[in-house]
């Protein structure tokens, strides 16, 4: 990203664009930028196998918003970038499925959501606002543990079946 110059403080009250005003703009911006979360914390990476991992859906809708197909933007054979809304009711679960190959970005709109990966011993939880990647071939599985629906948008890059 390029930096943009607005100018020195004498400019900007020359133009009548007080220096309050800028602040105040650029930390609205900065409050509304979803905080990346998603980390396993600290001394508790390991190889988790994720014995007992819940193989088949439970109280989750999963629609697909839109997609792009790859190869006619950037000339990526079989791959399409979509975007998902997927709603986990209490109690529902996300099964277990792997990012090989698959990278994506979750932002948690609304509610909680805990994520059990195969890179970590204990449950990660992902609040609204936050922004989870998943790359690296990870696998893992996601359980509603709130008392609310927890709604999530998912963008990834999928080959096409």
Excluded: F
């Amino acid at each position: 990203m390029t930096p943009v110059s607005i100018g020195t403080k004498e400019e900007m009250m020359t133009r009548n664009i007080p220096l309050a005003a800028i602040l105040a703009t650029s930390a609205a911006i900065l409050a509304g930028t979803p905080a990346l979360a998603g980390s396993c914390p600290a001394g508790q990476t390991i190889a988790n196998p994720l014995p007992g991992a819940p193989m088949a859906p439970a109280m989750v809708t999963d629609d697909l918003i839109g997609s792009v197909d790859l190869q006619k933007e950037i000339e990526v054979n079989n791959r399409d970038l979509r975007l998902r809304r997927l709603v986990v009711q209490p109690g529902g679960i996300v099964p277990l499925h792997s990012h090989v190959g698959r990278p994506a970005l979750i932002i948690t709109v609304s509610g909680e959501v805990t994520e059990y990966r195969s890179s970590c011993a204990v449950g990660i939880v992902h609040k609204a606002g936050e922004v989870s990647s998943e790359s690296d071939g990870i696998s893992h599985w996601w359980k509603n543990t709130g008392r609310v629906p927890a709604v999530l948008l998912s963008a990834d890059v999928k080959a096409r079946d």
